[in-house]
């Protein structure tokens, strides 16, 4: 058994010197506010004074408030026509009415003036709830009372007294409707939907951000004060301020200090926890690049991000990334990875411990659910589980808080902008896995289908190797899940692991038709060699057909370098030279994991299970010890990552499959014929 050692070599410090580099050069050049304050709290500190003159920024509650009141006060716009009012006027000339035709010029007059002030309809008059307009007349908008003008109506009612007021002796108004002056009166003041709908949007979106200032000097908080909602709006804007004005003010050699331990912190971290939960990543080169690589990924994006603004925290998918080490890595190594990946929000964001646990308990929700809802359409299951979690936490954060901020519709749809993308994301799993040439459990499924060509291939070609391999896949598949093994990996090992018996498969004791002998007459040189020649066969079909690496290694140590039991035997009691028994071992190599480890011994077990005459348990229970105990003696599992206590493990769960799959029957009693 591979004993766990620190790992040496430059190969695992040369990318850690190079995620430390990369870190330091993201970090934040400016000073952070260290002081942590939540409302209704005490202020634990010293009592703090304004260093500077700061703008008091608004809360999004009140910016919320003035957008509304912004948005209930319209003020219309009307635009002012003198062509309506020149043709209303000369529309008098043609009116008939009769004896009173010398008075036209003085309705002319009387109209010119009702026409000066600006006429609306009654329609529009009834609509405007507001007491000011505004009246556009040579490209100048000036502010009118709406008392100021006239409606229809009230024009029309202007115009009669005004013919009063001149002395005619009749009834006015049956005049003005007989002869048409009435229907004269038109709106000249002609409403403008475009421009009052421009000047209402430019008023709500140009609202100030601010509310006045704080002065150099002045107290904010004194040691002990209670933090209420007036002190914590100053506490905001003046750390708004101070980070993106003032920021740091010392040396910047001990800036730069400060950011480098902060970065060597973080590697140090990610790389104990690499060691601590899986150290045989170390020797796989490719899979530690790209867990550090995604760990750098969720820093840079946590860094770049905060200084575009706080807010727009909320559209990072952090989710994606415990979906992009779910894709190669057991849970026990997604789990804590995942959380050190987060660590950076605590550190440089804004309101990082609520980020941090938001985004914890969203990538906890999206890695369970993930197993479950993973194809097709079901992932924007998972997109679901993973908004709702942030939310849930958001809301709890805010009550905590005295519900101290609204939950505007930005935040939400940012929540499930990011709960999205975390689907949206997740095809680029695909390309890493090109780029670093790794296996996802994508793929693995992919693999495991028995309908695949070259597993078909399989099944035509040589039955009883097929059969065999789905037989050794339940078997690893069992013990694969009590050592908390990667079972997708161990299942589609097993099925490929004997794949080079297709090249020739009458060799092979389980694909002989009935009364074939394919070794007779061959030498047990020459059978060891066919029977060995499979490993080598395997690999070159593995290789033609583009199996990944990690299924080609299951193929080259499901033997490792074990001996051909029976030629040799065989060999040897023909008087056979012991010097030449190189050729009766197998030329692979030795499993390195647990998952090659799993299979080799399902494989002989599930062989050799073949030939046994008494399944009872104590039988059962010598034959695995007898091949445990063969392949331990042999040194097969010298460089495995495996210790004693999982082999013991693994022997008490073959013990149990076995027992199980070769359980006694019940012997039916043979039924009378019936009688006719």
Known sequence: MQKVRFPRGYKVYI??????????????????????????????????????????????????????????????????????????????????????????????????????????????????????????????????????????????????????????????????????????????????????????????????????????GQLIVSHGEIVTAEVEQLLDSYKAEYETSIGYGGPRILQWCGNAMLALLLVIIIFFTIYYTSPGIFSEFNRYCYLLLVFFLSACVTFVVERTGHENMYLVPYTLIALYLLAFFKTKVVYPVYVVSLLPLLIFAHNGVELFVMFLNAGIVAIVSFGYFNKGWQQFVTALFVFLSLMVTFIAFNIMDGMREIIGYRTILYMALGSLFSVAGYPLVYLFERIFMLVSNSRLVELSDTNNRLLRELAHKAPGTFQHCLQVMNMADAAARAMDANVQLVRCGALYH???????????????????????????????????????????????????????DFIQTHHGTTCTAYFYSKYLQAGGDPSKADDFYYKGKKPSTKEQSI???????????????????????????????????????????????ELHILKNVLKDYLQQVHHARVAYPKRPLRRG
Request: one cysteine or more; glycine letters at 6%.
């Open 15 to 216: 990318p850690l010197v190079i995620l430390f580099i990369l870190l330091l050069l993201l970090m934040p050049r400016t000073g952070n506010f260290n002081y942590d304050y939540r409302k209704g709290s005490p202020w634990m500190y010293e009592t703090l004074m304004a260093q500077f003159d700061f703008p008091i920024l608004k809360t999004e509650a009140q910016l919320q408030e003035e957008r509304e009141s912004a948005g209930s006060g319209i003020i219309p716009y009307y635009k002012y026509s003198e062509d309506v009012a020149y043709e209303s006027i000369r529309a008098v000339e043609t009116a008939g009415l009769g004896k009173f035709d010398t008075l036209k010029t003085r309705f002319q007059e009387i109209l010119s003036s009702i026409y000066s002030r600006g006429v609306i309809s009654d329609i529009d008059a009834s609509s405007n709830t507001g007491s000011i307009i505004y009246i556009q007349r040579d490209k100048r908008a000036s502010k009118y009372p709406v008392s100021e003008i006239y409606t229809v109506t009230e024009a029309r009612a202007e115009l009669a007294a005004g013919l009063r007021h001149a002395g005619l002796k009749c009834d006015i108004d049956s005049l003005c409707r007989y002869s048409g002056l009435y229907s004269i009166i038109v709106p000249n003041l002609l409403f403008d939907q475009q421009t009052t709908d421009l000047v209402h949007d430019e008023a709500v979106d140009y609202i100030s951000p601010t509310s006045g200032v704080v002065n150099a």
């Open 498 to 552: 004997d794949i080079g018996k297709i090249a020739n498969p009458l060799c092979f004791i389980e694909n002989e038709a009935p009364g074939t002998n394919y070794h007779e007459g061959l030498s047990p040189i020459e059978s060891a060699r066919e029977i060995i020649k499979h490993v080598s066969d395997g690999l070159a079909i593995a290789d033609k057909a583009g199996l990944p690496v990690v299924i080609r």
């Open 599 to 645: 299979l080799m011994l399902c494989d002989s077990i599930e062989a050799a299970s073949r030939s046994l005459k008494d399944f009872s348990q104590q039988s059962i229970s010598d034959f695995v010890d007898r091949i445990f105990n063969s392949k331990i003696k042999d040194g097969q599992f010298e460089e495995a990552d495996i210790s004693l206590k």
